[in-house]
């Protein structure tokens, strides 16, 4: 079997560039940033080639590791397409092949994968049920341009590139024995009026569509909807929530959704809590949060889980906080996280520290360190333990005020200051008694 087929659309591709450009106001490029798919994708480490690469209007770098070509796995065909989104009336198409930034030719390995490519124009994803554009059977590796471009006067939305090396085909020496997609970036033009919502051969007729945004040159038949309107005549707003062109997009978080703007999306009424911006597509910045994000976070523990929308630490508070928003401090006399700590002995209880506990104008009488939580040591009394007991080596406590020995004396001690020793004690009494110690 051989291959055999002639170009559906002769022409001189020289002469059409030129024609490009003497009248290139008058043409649009409908296919930028529509949905695309392509046969075989490569996922995961080399997403970036994926099939949109070839319609997001980026050409300066028609390498494989750009990221703006589309690229395919190996296989026995290749197929990628474009989704215009609605049928349009097409004039020609051009296409940048991945060159890998090098020489075109005979001495591009890559010239041999484009070779016998073919061009269709349809309104389903199926090439055979379109019309067939341009079908490559003349170009040789010497001949094949790295930038193509075809005429293409058909009606449709979905346009088609696709080659094939399939078994039992006999195909010219030059071609690759296997097939993949290099596609840098595949342009769709139509012809329309400089000026948005006119037509005719002066552009001066508006289109017979009041919310048109483009109709065709000739006919005036609507073919693109101003944002916020769809249908053949544009004659149907946005659905509650929805935006933009074809009503594609979807309201952000306004304040009120039935005053989203159907043309560009604002929320005409402001946002919801926890969202700002003229979409309310973003959400507060870190540390604030409510309505119009005005309101400041509390004392999270943790800033980043402060709830954009009403405010709550939802990892808990700082240490000498409480409450969902961590705006309160500890009740009198607790301090700490969770407020879960008792205050000490502070001299004054409401300057006893939410934080850390320390009594911040000092300590009760005979207690001594920053939590005022430890006694005086032993001979020691008052306030910072600044006071010494009357016999402060024999004292095991003294009286806050007088020293003297309210507590006991220390093992060997006697009396109201401690101050006698029990055996001196016992040899005064001894000649009372009789008894000899």
């Known amino acids: 079997m051989s291959l055999s087929g002639n170009s559906v659309y002769p022409h001189d591709v020289l002469t059409v560039l030129f024609c490009l450009l003497t009248v290139s106001q008058a043409y649009v490029n409908v296919a930028l940033n529509k949905p695309a798919y392509q046969q075989y994708p490569v996922l995961g480490l080399y997403d970036k080639w994926d099939a949109s690469n070839a319609v997001d209007g980026h050409k300066s770098n028609l390498s494989s590791g750009g990221g703006q070509c589309a690229i395919s ?99 010219p020496d030059e071609y690759s024995n296997d097939m993949f997609n290099g596609l840098c970036e595949v342009e769709v033009y139509v012809e329309r009026c400089p000026v948005a919502g006119y037509f005719g051969s002066n552009c001066s007729v508006p289109c017979p569509d009041v919310n048109c945004q483009y109709c065709h040159i000739e006919t005036g038949t609507c073919q693109g909807c101003k944002p916020g309107y769809k249908g053949h005549r544009c004659e149907i707003t946005c659905q509650r929530g929805t935006y933009g062109a074809g009503c594609k997009e979807t309201c952000g978080h306004c304040r009120d959704v039935n005053k989203c703007s159907i043309n560009n999306g604002t929320c005409l009424t ?16 870190r540390g604030s949060y409510g ?14 889980q402060c709830s954009n929308i009403n405010g709550w630490c939802l990892t808990g508070c700082d240490p000498g906080y409480q409450g969902d928003l961590c705006k309160t401090s500890c009740d009198r006399g607790s301090y700490a996280s969770e407020c879960n700590e008792t205050c000490g002995h502070c001299r004054d209880v409401d300057h006893c520290s939410n934080i850390n506990g320390t009594c911040l104008t000092g300590c009760d009488v005979d207690y001594q360190g920053d939590l005022c939580k430890t006694l005086c040591p032993v001979g020691y009394f008052g306030q910072d333990c600044s006071e010494t007991c009357i016999n402060s080596y024999t004292c095991d406590g003294c009286n806050d005020v007088s020293g003297s020995c309210d507590y006991g004396c220390r093992p060997g001690w006697i009396g109201y200051f401690c101050q006698k020793r029990i055996l001196l004690v016992l040899k005064e009494l001894m000649p009372l008694s009789g008894h000899n110690y």
Do not use: M
């Not at 119009?292 to 523990?301: I, L, M, S, V």
């Open 291 to 304: 309505y119009d994000c005005k309101e400041t976070c509390g004392h999270c523990r943790d800033v980043s």
């Open 270 to 285: 402001g946002c919801g809590a926890g969202l700002k911006g003229d979409l309310c597509k973003t959400a507060c910045d």
């Open 73 to 171: 796995y190996v296989s026995q065909t290749a197929t990628w397409w474009v989704n215009l989104t609605t049928i349009h009336s097409i004039h020609h198409i051009t296409i940048y092949f991945r060159t890998n930034n090098e020489p075109w030719g005979p001495s591009n390995w890559l010239t041999k994968y484009v070779l016998g490519f073919s061009v269709y124009v349809s309104n389903t994803t199926d090439r055979l049920q379109g019309t067939l554009c341009y079908k490559d059977d003349n170009f040789t590796r010497d001949t094949i341009p790295a930038v193509f471009t075809t005429t293409c006067p058909v009606h449709g939305q979905y346009v088609i590139y696709y080659n094939e090396r399939l078994p039992g085909v006999t195909y």
